[in-house]
């Protein structure tokens, strides 16, 4: 295990870049996928999951070490959410859960209130729990004060590949929140990711840009060395912006009459 591992819930990863199950032309290339984004956790929405199924159950496409992060996709308040997380928990998909509450159709942008009271039952539950929110500082403190695991705010409205939109919002939570920030939904391009990771995301997650792709594998692997890149970057303490033109070499001297 790296010396840079990230750690959630008590367990440690070596990959920084959450991939999905959603959206492939075919579920059967979510094995590649995984290996080569070097992946550790996988996100599925539990409405996908069919464990008495013999034919076109997603699960049997996820590899085994992969850690699951069941979704409440499909929930609209609190409750919903609650549900589905313990019926995923009672189905074997074990104990994370990626909490999404959403009732607005048009944006598909993730309701903080509804989001932080689920939160709050299913932590005291000992769920580990990864809420997906708007990037709003008070959201996400009310996610701490809840016990979050971790926060997981939208980089642009999800599924529309638009690129880190909130970016400025993200960073305001970088440095305020003392959890793994997860930048989830919206980004498009492995460059987005290697931003979000240069910033100081603790991780990130990508599905549609990858699915969508017309060669998922490779787009994983480009994801996958980016967000290695960003998170080198990041630790390696990027030099200050100027305004004023600076030369990397001495300008005087070179020349001087003898």
Request: glycine content about 10%.
């Amino acid at each position: 295990m790296s010396e840079d591992s990230l750690e959630i819930g008590g367990l440690k990863l070596a990959s920084r870049l959450f991939t999905g199950t959603g959206k492939y032309a075919d579920d059967a290339v979510i094995p590649a996928v995984c290996e080569a984004s070097g992946s550790e956790v996988i996100t599925v929405a539990l409405r996908r999951v069919d464990l008495e199924s013999t034919t076109g159950n997603v699960m049997d496409c996820i590899p085994k070490h992969m850690r699951l992060l069941p979704n409440t996709s499909g929930a609209r308040n609190a409750d919903e959410a609650v549900r589905i997380a313990r019926l995923a928990k009672a189905m074997g998909c074990g104990d994370w859960i990626k909490i999404e509450v959403i009732s607005d159709n048009r944006y598909l942008l993730p309701d903080g209130y509804e989001t932080a009271k689920a939160t709050e039952i299913l932590a005291k539950e000992g769920f580990t729990v990864l809420p997906y929110v708007n990037a709003d500082l008070y959201i996400a403190r009310s996610l701490v004060d809840a016990g979050a695991a971790a926060v997981m705010p939208l980089g642009a409205p999800i599924g529309t590949n638009r690129g880190l939109k909130t970016k400025e919002m993200v960073r305001i939570l970088i440095e305020e929140i003392d959890l793994p920030i997860v930048v989830d939904a919206g980004i498009g391009r492995p460059s987005e990711a290697c931003e979000a990771m240069e910033m100081g995301a603790d991780a990130v997650l990508v599905n549609t840009a990858i699915a969508t792709a017309s060669d998922p594998v490779m787009m994983a692997r480009a994801f996958g060395r980016a967000v290695k890149a960003g998170r080198e970057a990041y630790l390696s303490g990027p030099g200050a912006r100027r305004t004023q033109a600076s030369a990397s070499s001495p300008l005087t001297g070179f020349l001087a009459e003898g």
